[in-house]
C-alpha cells in the first residue's frame, strides 16, 4: 500500500552536505533511515513519527545528522552534516503502519526504498 522513493545521494568530500529525501504515497505511523556499507549489515540511522514527532538519531551521528519531515507532502528527510568517508552506504527509507517500540530492528518495518548512494570522499 505505501511505496517510497528516496533521492538526494551523490559523491561529496569529507566535511561536506547531504540532504536526503524520502516521498511516501501513503499514510504512515513511523518513518526511518537506515544505511548499508559494502560487506556489513544493514544499520539504524535515524527516525520519526509519521506526524513528525520524537525524532531520534543514532548516537554515533548526533550533532551531524537531523531527521525532519514534511507532513503536508508526506516527506521524510535526513540533514547530513560533516560527513565522513565511513558514512559511505546506501541509504534506505522504511516506514511501518504499526508502532513498533523496537524501532531500530529493520524486521519492524513493512516498506521500504530501493535506497540512495552516498559516497564520501577523502
Known amino acids: 500500500q505505501v511505496q517510497l522513493v528516496e533521492s538526494g545521494g551523490g559523491l561529496v568530500q569529507t566535511g561536506g552536505s547531504l540532504r536526503l529525501s524520502c516521498a511516501a504515497s501513503g499514510r504512515t505511523f513511523r518513518m526511518a533511515w537506515f544505511r548499508q556499507a559494502p560487506g556489513k549489515e544493514r544499520e539504524f540511522v535515524a527516525t520519526?513519527?509519521?506526524?513528525?514527532?520524537?525524532?531520534y538519531v543514532l548516537n554515533s551521528v548526533k550533532g551531524r545528522f537531523t531527521i525532519s519531515t514534511d507532513n503536508a507532502n508526506n516527506t521524510v528527510y535526513l540533514q547530513m552534516n560533516s560527513l565522513r568517508p565511513e558514512d559511505t552506504a546506501v541509504y534506505y527509507c522504511?516506514?511501518?503502519?504499526?508502532?513498533?517500540?523496537?524501532?531500530?530492528?529493520?524486521?519492524?518495518?513493512?516498506?521500504w526504498g530501493r535506497g540512495t548512494q552516498v559516497t564520501v570522499s577523502s
Open positions: 520519526i513519527s509519521g506526524s513528525g514527532s520524537n525524532p
Open positions: 522504511a516506514a511501518s503502519q504499526i508502532f513498533y517500540a523496537d524501532y531500530v530492528s529493520p524486521t519492524r518495518y513493512d516498506y
